[in-house]
């Protein structure tokens, strides 16, 4: 099933173009999980960049063609990736501003940027908007995306392919649906390394050198996800399958039940959300600030 989903990606990519415009640390991450995929060939790929020395890396390490402008990288590409700060969102869409063709879609990865925002900005109708996280640099990220109704069919299944080289990916209906994920899994990979911070830091204060306590702690958040995953059961039946009466797993529940954690997690989650609503607002005065 899985090598089905990746040839019929690319037979859909076979003859795409792509462009992306700011060759960052995700950009970067988007074209190696492409390339090692075998989605694209190389020279389908163009990424922009003001540094000479970042283009000369890029092409180097991928052999993919590097431009200076945004403009020249956006010419002629059938999917123009947006994989820029948000804090120069506002000069990028005015350098693009209808710039693209009806046949191409803008991808952008921008937290905050809202739908109305990149299509006023860019003067273009089809766009789709992700939210990816950092797993993704390594193949096993989670990509929340929806589309305006200009992305034809044909672009969507592009986008799809593009986004399934990461890891996962869900398309939504609701645009309300990528903010909620910016918070959940966008955001996700921090509440995760934290909490196995907090408990790499407790085998180290019960005894355990550092590194073992890492490699303990590693090992049984990868097992415990996949033996999640593989077992289809809800989580609070697998909690109750390791918790007997009196054990040292219903001694530790207690304790984190007394301390708030399932209500720390939830208002931590809340609270990323509604930063995510705060930063839309803040790229929509921006662009009002823009036709002053």
């Known amino acids: 099933m899985e090598q089905e989903k990746e ?11 792509l462009a992306f415009v700011g060759a960052g640390v995700m950009a970067e991450s988007i074209i190696a999980g ?16 003001p540094r000479a020395d970042r283009r000369e890396k890029l092409a180097e390490r991928f052999g993919i063609a590097t431009v200076e402008t945004n403009r020249e990288a956006a010419q002629g590409a059938d999917l ?6 948000p804090q120069v969102l506002r000069t990028v869409l005015r350098q693009l501003h209808g710039q693209l063709a009806p046949r191409q879609v803008a991808l952008s990865i921008i937290a905050g940027a809202n739908l109305a925002t990149l299509s006023e900005g860019l003067g273009h109708d089809a766009i789709v908007r992700v939210m990816p996280n950092t797993p993704a640099q390594i193949g096993q990220g989670m990509s929340v995306w929806c589309a305006t109704p200009e992305v034809s069919p044909e672009q969507q299944a592009m986008v799809r ?10 398309q939504v209906e609701t645009e309300k649906y990528v903010d909620m994920a910016t ?11 934290l909490m196995m911070e907090a408990l790499i830091d407790a085998g180290v204060h019960m005894g355990f050198p550092r590194r073992i306590a890492e490699e303990i702690v590693l090992q049984t958040v990868a097992g415990s996800v996949a033996f999640a995953r593989s077992s289809g ?3 609070a039946e697998l909690r109750n399958m390791v918790t007997s009466p009196g054990g040292t797993s219903a001694a530790a529940i207690y304790q984190m039940e007394k301390g708030g954690l399932r209500t720390v997690l939830s208002k931590s989650v809340y609270a990323a959300y509604q930063r995510t609503q705060t930063l839309a607002e803040e790229q929509a005065n921006d662009k009002d600030k823009g036709k002053d």
């Open 183 to 193: 918070a959940l899994s966008g955001t996700g990979p921090t509440y995760v390394f």
């Open 233 to 235: 059961k809800h989580m």
């Open 80 to 85: 123009v990736l947006l994989t820029i700060k």
């Open 7 to 17: 040839a019929a990606g690319r037979s859909v990519l076979a003859e795409a173009k």
């Open 34 to 49: 492409l390339l090692a995929e075998r989605m694209v060939a190389p020279g389908q790929i163009v990424a922009s960049h």
């Open 161 to 170: 392919a593009v986004l399934g080289a990461l890891g996962e990916e869900l």
